[in-house]
T-cell receptor, first 113, second 113 residues
Framework: GQQLNQSPQSMFIQEGEDVSMNCTSS?????WLWYKQEPGEGPVLLIA?????ELTSNGRLTAQFGITRKDSFLNISASIPSDVGIYFC?????????????FGKGTKLSVKP | EAEVAQSPRYKITEKSQAVAFWCDPI?????LYWYRQILGQGPELLVQ????????DSQLPKDRFSAERLKGVDSTLKIQPAELGDSAMYLC???????????FGSGTRLTVV
């Protein structure tokens, strides 16, 4: 599968601040997904994007599917301590018959109360 | 809410020993995935099943790893013999179709000593 580049690798922010992270690739994708993983748990889907230019919100989270289809952004507004975790972008790889998810390396978010 | 069940949650084993992990997907999900997540990295696909058939095991180290899903429901991932580098989180996921309903279990944290 193609490599996804996530940045930043880690973030340390104050509670109440807004957060922005992004994911880029050299290849074009038809689906971008954003997951959150808390310590000792599996990743949980936050937002799925299916169309170039699409902007989708889920509470305080907003994600956008880049126009070039090679990137995506995730923003978190007014961060709270429970936002702590690792955020992964992923794309659906259809090399196999049913498709499977390929993940980036993640952005680790720490929130200081 | 339906979930993917995995056991055990934690496993410590000595190198050269055999170890096995179990996964029970969400009822009705035909596709089952095993991922390995090394600390600080994103999950990486090891094997994908469609019902009882393997559709992608290109990243599975077949000299020591094996996976089966005999009746197309639950699945077992085995490592024999375990090596120090196998220490990781092993995640199981299932999906109804593509990215929709792609749900992860809480994982098995393996430590090889």
């Amino acid at each position: 599968g193609q490599q996804l580049n996530q940045s930043p690798q880690s973030m340390f922010i104050q509670e109440g601040e807004d957060v922005s992270m992004n994911c880029t690739s050299s290849s074009i994708f038809n689906t971008w997904l954003w997951y959150k993983q808390e310590p000792g748990e599996g990743p949980v889907l936050l937002i799925a994007l299916y169309k170039a230019g699409e902007l989708t919100s889920n509470g305080r989270l907003t994600a956008q599917f880049g126009i070039t289809r090679k990137d995506s952004f995730l923003n978190i507004s007014a961060s709270i301590p429970s936002d702590v975790g690792i955020y992964f972008c992923a794309y659906m790889n259809y090399g196999g018959s049913q498709g499977n998810l390929i993940f980036g390396k993640g952005t680790k978010l720490s929130v200081k109360p | 809410e339906a979930e993917v069940a995995q056991s055990p949650r934690y496993k410590i084993t000595e190198k050269s020993q055999a170890v096995a992990f179990w996964c029970d997907p969400i009822s009705g999900h035909a596709t089952l995935y095993w991922y390995r997540q090394i600390l600080g990295q994103g999950p990486e696909l090891l094997v994908q099943f469609q019902d009882e058939s393997v559709v992608d095991d290109s990243q599975l180290p077949k000299d020591r790893f094996s996976a089966e899903r005999l009746k197309g429901v639950d699945s077992t991932l085995k490592i024999q013999p375990a090596e120090l580098g196998d220490s990781a989180m092993y995640l199981c996921a299932s999906s109804l179709r593509g990215a929709d309903g792609y749900t992860f279990g809480s994982g098995t944290r393996l430590t090889v000593v």
